[in-house]
């Protein structure tokens, strides 16, 4: 069984920082892509970075914004979240796309991020 605990999250100013964590823990073979999504209400679920072996890609709204990272020996990615906007505001969702049997996708429980104007 595969488990995803995510951290960080908050309320913040506008023009402040924030960091997320997400760490991957159980049996498994290999860590494929690890990314994070983020949702408002109404609104589909989106992309917000992502990294794999051979890229990494950032939504156009975060570019220049928000860093991703990953620690391999840790099976744990980052997501350090720098001149908070308002429109940031969202609940964040750590994706993992592995392979243990088979290869599927897991999603993080979703922190909420707060960005107040």
């Known amino acids: 069984q595969v488990q995803l605990v995510e951290s960080g999250g908050g309320l913040v100013q506008a023009g402040g920082s924030l960091r997320l964590s997400c760490a991957a823990s159980?049996?498994?073979?290999?860590?494929?892509?690890m990314g994070w999504y983020r949702q408002v209400p109404g609104k589909q679920r989106e992309l917000v970075a992502d990294s794999s072996s051979s890229s990494t890609n950032y939504a156009n709204s975060v570019k220049g914004r928000f860093t991703i990272s990953r620690d391999n020996a840790k099976n744990a990615v980052y997501l350090q979240m720098n001149s908070l906007k308002p429109e940031d505001t969202a609940v964040y969702y750590c994706?993992?796309?592995?392979?243990?049997?088979?290869?599927?996708?897991?999603w993080g429980q979703g922190p909420q991020v707060t960005v107040s104007s």
């Open positions: 159980g049996s498994y073979f290999s860590i494929n892509t």
């Open positions: 994706r993992v796309d592995l392979t243990s049997t088979v290869r599927r996708v897991y």
